[in-house]
T-cell receptor, first 115, second 111 residues
Framework: KAGVTQTPRYLIKTRGQQVTLSCSPI?????VSWYQQTPGQGLQFLFE???????NKGNFPGRFSGRQFSNSRSEMNVSTLELGDSALYLC??????????????FGPGTRLLVL | GESVGLHLPTLSVQEGDNSIINCAYS??????FIWYKQESGKGPQFIID?????DKRQGQRVTVLLNKTVKHLSLQIAATQPGDSAVYFC??????????FGGGTRLMVKP
C-alpha cells in the first residue's frame, strides 16, 4: 500500500505570493491533517479534514486554509506569504475516527522557503 | 498545545547500548500517545503507540512506558544501531485527530 504523498517537495516563493500544497492520503484513509514544522515552534497542528469538511482547526491565521476533495486528497493554501511561513509542511492521514485513538501516518513534507 | 524550545536536547549513545528518551505531556485526560521518529529530510515515522489503560508496550527493539501519575512517557530502544539516529517525538492524540507534539530529542549513535 502506498504511503502518504505530498507535492511539490520543495518550493521557493517571495513575500506576498500565495502557495498551494497537495497531499494524497493512504488509500482508504478519509482524514487528512496538516502540520507546520519549524525549528523555533516545532510541529504545530494547522487543521484536519474529513469527508470534505474541516473538522478541527489549530491556532493559525486565516491566511492558512485548506480543502479536501471527494477522493480524500487535500490541498492547503497560504495567501500573502510572510518570511515566517518558511517551514516544512507535513500532511498526515488516518482512517477518520474521532475517538482520539487513531494512528496518523505522515508524508515526506513540502519544504517551503519564502524570500 | 505544548510549546517547544529552540534547542533540541541530544542523547548520544554508543552503538549496541540501550537508549532511553523521555517526554512529559501536558494533558492528564489524554488517552493515546504515539512515538514518532524523524530522519533528516523526511516526515515523522510511526514507531509505537500506547493507550492510557496500559503502563507498558513492547515492539521490536522498542518499549514505551507510560506513567500517568507524573504525566511522563519514555521510549526505550534496545541495542541501538546507527540507523536509529534521528529526532524522536512523543505525541498526544486528542479528539478530532489532533496531535500535540513534544519538542523532540535528537538521538546520535556513535559507531
Amino acid at each position: 500500500k502506498a504511503g502518504v504523498t505530498q507535492t511539490p517537495r520543495y518550493l521557493i516563493k517571495t513575500r506576498g505570493q500565495q502557495v498551494t500544497l497537495s497531499c494524497s492520503p493512504i488509500s482508504g484513509h478519509r482524514s487528512v491533517s496538516w502540520y507546520q514544522q519549524t525549528p523555533g515552534q516545532g510541529l504545530q497542528f494547522l487543521f484536519e479534514y474529513f469527508s470534505e469538511t474541516q473538522r478541527n482547526k489549530g491556532n493559525f491565521p486565516g491566511r492558512f486554509s485548506g480543502r479536501q476533495f471527494s477522493n480524500s486528497r487535500s490541498e492547503m493554501n497560504v495567501s500573502t506569504l510572510e518570511l515566517g511561513d518558511s517551514a516544512l509542511y507535513l500532511c498526515a492521514s488516518s482512517l477518520g475516527g474521532i475517538a482520539g485513538e487513531e494512528t496518523q501516518y505522515f508524508g515526506p513534507g513540502t519544504r517551503l522557503l519564502v524570500l | 498545545g505544548e510549546s517547544v524550545g529552540l534547542h533540541l536536547p541530544t542523547l548520544s549513545v554508543q552503538e549496541g547500548d540501550n537508549s532511553i528518551i523521555n517526554c512529559a505531556y501536558s494533558n492528564s485526560a489524554s488517552d493515546y500517545f504515539i512515538w514518532y521518529k524523524q530522519e533528516s529530510g523526511k516526515g515523522p515515522q510511526f514507531i509505537i503507540d500506547i493507550r492510557s489503560n496500559m503502563d507498558k508496550r513492547q515492539g521490536q527493539r522498542v518499549t514505551v512506558l507510560l506513567n500517568k501519575t507524573v504525566k511522563h512517557l519514555s521510549l526505550q530502544i534496545a541495542a541501538t544501531q546507527p540507523g536509529d539516529s534521528a529526532v524522536y517525538f512523543c505525541a498526544e492524540v486528542h479528539l478530532g485527530n489532533m496531535l500535540t507534539f513534544g519538542g523532540g530529542t535528537r538521538l546520535m549513535v556513535k559507531p
